[in-house]
């Protein structure tokens, strides 16, 4: 079985500063590891996605997530915050090639203050 | 390009009757999934199409829901009779195939049972 960890429901940080959501994950095999953030009453947009080869990666507005394989985890960050990066954050991990069912962490809310 | 289309965006109804959801994936898109996502969590999958085969109906509530991909595109999930407790946001994404492919997400329909 497989599944994603979200410790924190809601994460706090104040506009400029650097934000950070934290992920782990248990898979057997080789992680797919995906981010994805909810706006209200809107779907799930695609941040970034780790599959292999460097550990640190660059996805969408300025977002950018570190694969810890010793860790089994999967953090997103970005080093300043905006306000209109207020929304629900996912975590996602699947086992490997496609077809593979991916399995979602229950989320964390962000709140950037201004 | 267009992203995933669904309607009707919020559904209101009394418990007992039936309803249907639609989802248009983005063209050239052969996986369509159905997830389900209750307040407060992440997604869960319901069902996976590739073109036209149902291959993961395994979290399908069978006696309750069903659903279609007749032509390979478009799809319907079907819930008759719909209970107090099918109140949530039914997704649909889709993606590609193939390995390390990426779903993308539809805006959902917010269903409420009365």
């Known amino acids: 079985a497989q599944s994603v960890a979200q410790p924190e429901d809601q994460v706090n940080v104040a506009e400029g500063n650097p934000l950070t959501v934290k992920c782990t994950y248990s898979?057997?095999?080789?992680?797919?590891l995906f981010w994805y953030v909810q706006y209200p009453n809107r779907g799930l947009q695609f941040l970034l996605k780790y599959i292999t080869g460097d550990n640190l990666v660059k996805g969408s507005y300025g977002f950018e997530a570190e694969f810890n394989k010793s860790q089994t985890s999967f953090h997103l960050k970005k080093p300043s915050a905006l306000v209109s990066d207020s929304a629900l954050y996912f975590c996602?991990?699947?086992?490997?090639?496609?077809?593979?069912?991916?399995?979602f962490g229950g989320g964390t809310r962000v709140l950037v203050k201004p | 390009e267009a992203g995933v289309v669904q309607s009707p965006r919020y559904k209101i109804i009394e418990k007992k009757q039936p309803v249907a959801f639609w989802c248009n994936p983005i063209?050239?898109?052969?996986?369509l999934y159905w997830y389900l996502q209750n307040l407060g969590q992440g997604p869960e999958l319901l069902i996976r199409?590739?073109?036209?085969?149902?291959?993961?109906d395994s979290q399908l509530p069978k006696d309750r829901f069903s659903a279609e991909r007749l032509k390979g595109v478009d799809s319907t999930l079907k819930i008759q009779p719909a209970e107090l407790g099918d109140s949530a946001v039914y997704l649909c994404?889709?993606?590609?195939?193939?390995?390390?492919?990426?779903?993308?997400f539809g805006p959902g329909t917010r269903l409420t049972v009365l």
């Open positions: 994404a889709s993606s590609e195939g193939g390995k390390a492919d990426t779903q993308y």
């Open positions: 063209s050239g898109h052969n996986t």
């Open positions: 199409y590739e073109n036209e085969e149902a291959v993961d």
């Open positions: 898979v057997s095999g080789n992680p797919y």
């Open positions: 996602a991990v699947r086992r490997g090639a496609a077809g593979n069912k991916l399995t």
